[in-house]
């Protein structure tokens, strides 16, 4: 059932580089913006009035191109926040980790690194104007080791017209404990787009997810969401917070929260932020639609029996057409007490939801 209020996510939206397909809430690092915008986060985190949190993530933006001291100082406050059983993740970028910093990470308790790698093809990487080669992430990896973290997860990047995901024997070799693959979205006013890079064609897209679906699941890593694999136990808990619906505070310029059955979302300007200007943007969540969309995201899918107690009727009586038509398609299945994707299904996300969401009534 539902558990309220107990994750928080932290965006730092600093960057030492800007990667030519982000569109993410973020600008270039600058040690006095930084500073200043450390402290308008402690007095968004002091005005929550959260005693302890189960799971805490820090995203950017990158979090670990931030120096040491502030790093310590953003850490430690937040450390005092950790409920027993936590997890504490954060992200950051191979090239800006030193072994300073992964000092802190361990004093103060996080226990989750999500690295960001996107390629171990040199020609991606200089695609996507990220610094970092294979010998930085091996490095980033080893100095996790040597501080006992050996939770750390990868982000890659497929469907990248003109290059093939051909390096997965070296993502093995690093043995992370859970990967993301995300697919490439040429987002408006981001550089790729402005230079008009081509899009890959979608069964080339489906082709390559296939073979990465398919790899992984050979080397012990399930897929648990249709981006992410991990190897049992390894699931990230702060990420299924936000898929299974659940309520969490989001604090940082562009951040968005969860309570009370409100999202409440921060204007993406990092120059309003910091002159303490907090405008959020409040929107009543439309809750059956987003636990639809969001559990079907999740391999495990809507467990019927959660469907009922939550919104008091039967899934199966209310979406019955729908249902019906897309198990006949071979879209969805009913297992374990639980609406799921099929394989073919959860590649067809998009129109099993639109068939639920808006032919289902
Ligand atoms: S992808 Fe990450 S590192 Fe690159 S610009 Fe965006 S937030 Fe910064």
């Not at 990158?62 to 937040?78: A, F, G, I, W």
């Not at 059983?85 to 300073?100: A, H, M, R, T």
């Not at 969860?258 to 993406?268: A, D, E, I, M, Q």
């Amino acid at each position: 059932m539902k558990k309220i209020n107990s994750s928080l996510y932290v965006h730092v939206p600093f960057c030492d580089h800007i990667c030519s397909y982000c569109d993410f809430c973020k600008m270039f690092y600058d040690e006095k913006v930084v500073d200043n915008y450390l402290g308008c986060l402690f007095e968004e985190l002091n005005n929550l009035n959260v005693s302890k949190l189960k799971t805490i993530y820090i995203g950017g933006g990158t979090p670990s191109c931030l120096s040491v001291d502030q790093l310590d100082r953003l850490l430690s406050k937040l450390n005092k926040y950790l409920d027993d059983d936590y997890e504490f993740s954060i992200e950051v970028n191979p090239e800006s980790v030193c072994e300073d910093k992964i000092k802190l990470f361990r004093k103060y308790g996080i226990n989750r690194v999500s690295i960001g790698v996107q390629s171990f093809d040199d020609g991606v990487l200089k695609l996507l104007n990220r610094k970092h080669n294979f010998e930085d992430v091996k490095n980033c990896v080893s100095l996790l080791s040597k501080y006992d973290i050996n939770n750390y997860s990868m982000d890659f990047i497929y469907g990248i017209k003109g290059f093939k995901v051909d390096y997965l024997d070296k993502v093995f070799s690093l043995k992370p404990k859970h990967l993301s693959f995300y697919s490439l979205i040429l987002e408006d006013n981001t550089l790729l787009k402005i230079n008009n890079y081509e899009e890959e064609e979608q069964d080339k897209v489906r082709e390559e997810y296939d073979y990465i679906y398919n790899e992984l699941k050979k080397y012990g890593y399930n897929r648990y969401e249709v981006s992410n694999f991990c190897l049992k136990g390894y699931e990230c808990k702060h990420n299924l917070v936000y898929w299974h619906n659940e309520e969490y505070y989001a604090i940082g310029a562009g951040a968005s929260s969860y309570v009370n059955g409100v999202r409440y979302t921060s204007s993406k300007s990092i120059t309003k932020y910091v002159k303490g200007i907090v405008n959020k943007e409040k929107e009543v969540a439309d809750r059956e639609k987003e636990e639809i969309m969001l559990r079907l995201r999740l391999d495990e899918g809507i467990n019927l029996n959660d469907y009922k107690s939550i919104f008091n009727g039967d899934f199966l009586i209310k979406y019955e057409r729908v249902v019906e038509e897309l198990v006949s398609k071979g879209l969805v299945e009913i297992k374990d007490n639980c609406l799921k994707t099929t394989y073919e299904g959860m590649m067809l996300l998009d129109s099993v939801l639109i068939k639920l969401m808006w032919g289902g009534e």
